[in-house]
């Protein structure tokens, strides 16, 4: 590798009296933010981008004329300002695609998300009585405690169907154990999801159209890295500056301000002095570059907070056609392969030649492990031995293969990581013209869309003095009204309306006092029934009441009688009132749990399309 020379050259950028804003990243956040930047309020900012080209992980890698993907990037949203973002850059090039995606287990097939019916016929009548019995066991005697993955699934679907259906793919990705892995990273998301999904499908009729948007999805003819290399000629044709191959390197601070960034481009250090500083790039690494550095425990915190990485082998195979799917899940134990794209089957023009088929194997693993640091030649080697193995492609069919790493994938939730975050969002809160966006700056499991919208409300803070609050875009849904408006039909947004409309249908009935109440009402109905009898007066007074003393023993209609009447009447209304209540509450409770604990399984069952 070339040895960097040190010395510094000052920033030859054209400052337009323009304010000018850095922009760190060139992937789907960084580039959303430029564009809007330039489109909607005309100010030209610059891009530094340190790979050789744009998209970050959702790029599109080119080998020999094959496009792969970085995974398998679908493009489907809530959010109509997202959408109209996409539409409007890629046009007719913009392909809507059918879904098709298996488990692999067992040398079987089993439709994902899990179908029953398809899952139970797939393993066979013996296999599914064993299933059903275990279930049964697990729902009598869980777990007490729900600390781990494991107890977490188990709970909910039986020690069985966990090792069949959990176990060995969400190995595969954590690279730890189930009984390890925090039952958090799953349980946070579906328990969320899932109340509120069951919730709200009380009040509104499911909507259709994400349902459908699943089921298919849009994806660029040359997949994603089409979209932003044309989002980066976009901002280029307008006058911004895309530039590739710049590493920032170090963050400079006057107090509380950022005044330049140190970029690393062929050899040379440049310093580009700014205004505003939106950044994509990891929050651990930007914390890590300030200079004068934050406080220490700032400085722990971004060292405690972890990723898992990726590599994808891919592979050339001399056939038309291999399998119908899309992706794969691979949970065999005897492969070290968890997923496998067919990139044909997301689109005809990512494999050049027809009569051939590109594959795209995923292998999870950490920066610097044993199957990181493995030679691109061993990787292809064992791709093509583990393609084989599983019968997916033979082995001599695979005639050529390129490996792509992907650092820093996924942020981890691991038990500690909302503390650490903590620390760093108050730290970064202080400086004054600074914003983090994306996926890795704000260590949120984002989706292109959500990394695209804390790009937008970056702008708009920046450009219109809004506060959106970009920690809680995917976490709170509360994001700018215009962009609330756009998904007004989704439950998950008219969830906080619900809520607390059910807080008013839904209030616990508080024993004690409903039993009081009804008790003090009962008392003096009879109290004053018996009043009212008395003041009439008559040669018989009362004598239908008088039936009363049947059940309270000792009544009668006299005035002594009308105080032992007040009297029962309050014990009975308050026994009555407070059972009530208390059954009540028990029912609802328990109605409640059932459709939440439904639809976290109905959301368990496509769990690893969150992954
Ligand atoms: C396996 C997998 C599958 C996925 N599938 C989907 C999917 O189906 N649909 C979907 O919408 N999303 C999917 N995603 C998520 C999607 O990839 C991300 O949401 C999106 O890429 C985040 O964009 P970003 O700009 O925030 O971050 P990134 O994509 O990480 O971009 C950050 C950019 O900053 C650059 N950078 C970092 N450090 C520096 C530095 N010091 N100097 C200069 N540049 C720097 C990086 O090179 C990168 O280009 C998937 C992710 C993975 C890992």
Request: net charge neutral.
């Amino acid at each position: 590798m070339q040895e960097e020379k040190q010395h510094v050259i000052p920033s030859t950028m054209n400052r337009n009296g323009d304010q000018q804003v850095v922009i760190i990243g060139g992937g789907p956040a960084g580039l959303t933010a430029a564009y809007e930047l330039i489109t909607r309020h005309n100010i030209r900012p610059v891009v530094f981008e340190k790979l050789d080209k744009v998209g970050g992980i959702a790029r599109t890698e080119n080998y020999k004329g094959y496009y792969f993907d970085m995974g398998g990037h679908r493009f489907f949203t809530k959010s109509k300002e997202v959408q109209r973002f996409w539409k409007e850059v890629m046009g007719d090039d913009f392909l809507r695609r059918p879904r098709l995606s298996r488990i692999f287990y067992n040398d079987k097939f089993f439709h994902y998300p899990l179908k029953p019916f398809n899952a139970l016929m797939g393993l066979g009548l013996y296999e599914s009585v064993l299933i059903m019995a275990s279930y049964i066991r697990w729902q009598i005697f869980p777990y007490r405690q729900e600390e781990t993955f494991e107890q977490w699934v188990t709970n909910r679907f039986g020690k069985r169907l966990f090792l069949t259906f959990f176990k060995t793919y969400t190995e595969k990705v954590w690279g730890i154990s189930t009984s390890e892995l925090k039952a958090e990273w799953a349980a946070q998301r579906i328990k969320n999801l899932s109340l509120k999904s069951a919730i709200v499908s009380m009040f509104v009729k499911p909507n259709t159209k994400i349902t459908t948007l699943i089921e298919e999805f849009d994806y660029p003819r040359r997949g994603p890295g089409m979209m932003w290399n044309a989002v980066k000629e976009a901002v280029e044709r307008r006058g911004g500056s895309v530039q590739l191959n710049s590493d920032v390197v170090g963050i400079h601070r006057q107090g509380n301000r950022i005044t330049a960034v140190e970029v690393a481009c062929n050899g040379y250090r440049q310093v580009v002095p700014g205004d505003s500083f939106i950044s994509s790039m990891p929050v651990t690494e930007f914390i890590r570059y300030l200079d004068p550095p934050p406080p220490k425990p700032v400085l722990d915190a971004a060292h405690r907070l972890k990723y898992r990485d990726f590599l994808t082998v891919c592979l050339v195979v001399n056939k038309k056609e291999l399998f119908p799917d899309n992706w794969i899940y691979i949970h065999d134990p005897r492969v070290k392969v968890g997923r496998i794209q067919n990139f044909k089957n997301w689109s005809p023009e990512m494999v050049p030649d027809q009569s051939k088929t590109s594959l795209g194997l995923e292998y999870f693993c950490n920066e610097g492990d044993e199957l990181w640091t493995m030679a691109d030649e061993d990787l292809i080697e064992l791709g093509k031995q583990e393609i084989e193995r599983i019968g997916l492609a033979k082995y001599e069919d695979v005639e050529d293969g390129s490996v792509f790493r992907v650092p820093k994938s996924y942020p981890v939730y691991d038990s500690e990581y909302k503390e650490h975050l903590e620390t760093i969002k108050e730290y970064l809160a202080t400086l004054e013209n600074f914003q983090t966006i994306g996926r890795n700056g704000l260590h949120r499991y984002n989706n292109q869309d959500h990394a695209m919208l804390t790009g937008m409300l970056a702008v708009r803070n920046l450009m219109l003095g809004e506060s959106n609050n970009l920690w809680v875009v995917n976490a709170e849904q509360e994001y700018h009204e215009e962009i609330a408006e756009d998904v007004e039909a989704d439950p998950e947004v008219v969830t906080e309306v619900v809520k607390e409309a059910l807080a008013h249908i839904f209030t616990r009935l508080d024993p004690l006092a409903f039993g009081l109440a009804l008790g003090l009402i009962l008392g003096l109905a009879v109290f004053a029934a018996t009043a009212l009898l008395l003041l009439r007066g008559g040669p018989v007074v009362g004598p239908h009441l008088q039936l009363l003393s049947n059940f309270f023993i000792g009544y009668s209609v006299t005035w002594p009688g009308a105080l032992i009447g007040l009297l029962y009447g309050v014990v009975v209304g308050f026994v009555f009132g407070g059972l009530f209540a208390y059954l009540r509450n028990t029912a609802m409770f328990l109605h409640m749990a059932y459709i939440q604990r439904r639809s976290e399984l109905n959301l368990l069952r496509s769990l690893f399309d969150y992954i």
